[in-house]
């Protein structure tokens, strides 16, 4: 419910049963619901109250992914509700429009956990005049599109317990907002897409199938400066990303977001907007969204952290080291902004991919394997992936106090320890 200047919600973990083949029930977990979860909205300066419900048989946390809120409220590890608690926490939202999303983190339970259904998005609200402009409308032409890959036993169910896989848990089908089988019916016109990567491990590159380019808009943490023209737009576990795509342009009724494998990831259907065919990205190129620098001091600051990510499986560790509750990694001071390098290390096996993430804030990516990044990388970022032998740079500002964890978001990585906890004071 919204009053003024304050918002409050309940979100309740839950079992349940999905169909996601008709005729056989899977047991799900779900926030408020049976699978994934609400969209919490939110305003920039909004005063929130949230009711934590844990109607789950076991412990879990609430997390909330891309937050900029102190450590005690973001729902890291420590911060459990047992079976049938319940906690109310409260926060003030400090930070620009943004597409965030929540999930549980209980070590070492995260990756079961989120594979069951536990998956939310936020959706934060400013006044940002030139966004104004985009398509906004939830339903109409804003959507969201959670990507998670997925196994089904013979009986079409959901076991987690017999796909797991200690290097990431991969699915055979790609569900697209909890569905095997979605179907999206767009008008012909500008469409806002949110995409948020809730799979525990895989990466995507995704594009539509008849080679259109689209708009990328934002990251994880906000408004890009300008909308990138791109035909194709990567994601790592937990990024999110919004595209606009200008459907007018298609020719015919029907268009799909493939997989960089050709897989379908979704169907579209598309019928005629009232609004006609006019071509309606044209003035949207060149809106200027953000304002988003590496400032000449940053650039030139010392590196104070270096993260090194390392191995595999059940041998993955952070600078050496598996997660330890009791242990604080690494200290810094709230406002003030710190030069990080994380280092995905190659070893003799050549090494995987790790995607790395820092509880509580929005970075800026400085240098990657020493130079300026990707357009794409120049907004906010709360996730960034890496290839074996990858370093990047990232100036890391925490606007609240707390204990914070950084992490591989590959989930199974994270649950084998590959996490490590920092304090802010
Ligand atoms: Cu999605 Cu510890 O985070
Ligand atoms: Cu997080
Ligand atoms: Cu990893």
Not at 63 to 71: A, K, M, N, Q
Not at 145 to 165: P, R, T
Not at 227 to 242: F, G, L, Y
Request: glycine share 8%.
């Amino acid at each position: 419910s919204v009053n003024g200047n304050n918002v409050s919600y309940t979100i309740t973990a839950q079992q349940g049963k999905t169909e996601f083949y008709p005729g056989h029930k899977s047991n799900t977990f779900g926030y408020n619901g049976n699978l994934l979860g609400p969209v919490v909205k939110l305003k920039n300066g909004q005063h929130v109250t949230i009711n934590l419900v844990n109607h789950l048989n076991e412990d879990t946390t609430f997390h909330f992914h891309g937050l900029e809120i102190p450590g005690d409220v973001d729902g890291g590890p420590e911060q459990v509700l047992k079976p049938g608690e319940e906690k109310t926490i409260s926060f003030k939202v400090n930070q620009e429009a943004a597409t965030l999303w929540f999930h549980p983190h209980p070590s070492p339970h995260t990756a079961e956990q989120v594979y069951k259904g536990l998956a939310g998005l936020i959706y934060i609200e400013d006044n940002n005049n030139n966004a104004k402009k985009l398509p906004h409308e939830y339903g109409v032409n804003d959507f969201p599109l959670i990507i998670q890959d997925k196994s089904f036993d013979s009986n079409k169910q959901l076991d987690y317990k017999k796909v797991k896989n200690d290097d990431g848990t991969t699915g055979h089908t790609v569900l697209v907002n909890g569905k095997v089988d979605p179907k999206f019916t767009f008008k012909k016109e500008l469409v806002r897409l949110r995409i948020l990567d809730a799979s525990n491990a895989r990466v995507y590159k995704l594009k539509f199938d008849n080679g259109m380019k689209f708009e990328h808009i934002a990251s994880d943490g906000g408004y890009l400066n300008k909308p990138d023209k791109v035909s194709e737009i990567q994601t790592a576990p937990s990024e999110r990303n919004e595209i606009l795509v200008d459907f007018s342009k298609v020719k015919g009724n029907k268009v799909n977001l493939i997989n960089e494998d050709g897989k379908v990831i979704l169907p579209i259907h598309l019928i005629n907007s009232n609004k006609g065919t006019k071509k309606s990205d044209d003035k949207i190129s060149n809106l200027s969204l953000n304002n988003i620098h590496v400032s000449p001091k940053e650039k030139e600051m010392k590196i104070t952290k270096k993260v090194v990510l390392a191995g595999m499986g059940k041998d993955v560790t952070i600078n050496g080291k598996k997660f330890d509750k009791n242990r604080i990694d690494f200290n810094q001071k709230v406002n003030k902004t710190e030069i990080w390098e994380i280092e995905n290390k190659k070893d003799a096996m050549g090494g995987m991919e790790h995607t790395f993430h820092i509880h509580g804030t929005q970075f800026k990516v400085i240098s990657v394997d020493g130079k300026t990044p990707l357009e794409e990388m120049q907004g906010y970022k709360d996730t960034i992936s890496l290839e074996p032998g990858q370093k990047v740079k990232i100036a890391v500002k925490f606007n609240h106090k707390g204990i914070y964890m950084y992490h591989c978001h590959t989930l199974e990585h994270e649950d084998n320890g590959m996490m490590g906890q920092i304090k802010v004071s």
